[in-house]
């Protein structure tokens, strides 16, 4: 069984009907794979909707949020990440604090992170992900 997490960018995917990408879900959580939304990606898919009043995509992520598992964060995930920073800060190649949290959190639960931005994510040494389109 592989364990996924959804990148705010998938989720954003999914929230305007993209079918293909619904379809790619479908299909693993079929296989008995399974979906979490890393509290980071939670706090701005739902930052962003809010931001914007967009009341029928608030209800679509609240039932997303039902059917894949939103996670939380813990000291280890914290320590995780500030590895990380400490790496890519030493190595000249920063990301954005928020893609750090959510690689942290990905390695310490063992999730392969589903995402549209390998480019930045794939700096963090250990993360596993795969990159949906």
Not at 95 to 121: K, R
Request: proline share 2%; charged share 25%.
């Amino acid at each position: 069984m592989k364990k996924y997490a959804l990148d705010s960018n998938i989720i954003s995917y999914l929230l305007k009907n993209n079918i293909s990408l619904a379809e790619k879900v479908e299909k693993e959580q079929k296989k008995g794979n399974t979906f979490n939304i890393p509290p980071v990606v939670y706090y701005e898919v739902r930052r962003g909707l809010v931001s914007v009043n967009a009341t029928a995509k608030i209800k679509r992520f609240d039932k997303l949020c039902v059917n894949f598992k939103v996670g939380e964060m813990n000291r280890k995930i914290w320590n995780e990440a500030v590895k990380i920073y400490a790496n890519l800060k030493n190595q000249g190649k920063l990301i954005e604090d928020a893609d750090i949290f959510i690689g942290a959190y990905c390695i310490v639960n063992d999730y392969i992170l589903v995402t549209n931005n390998s480019s930045h994510l794939g700096r963090i040494n250990g993360l596993n992900f795969i990159e949906w389109k």
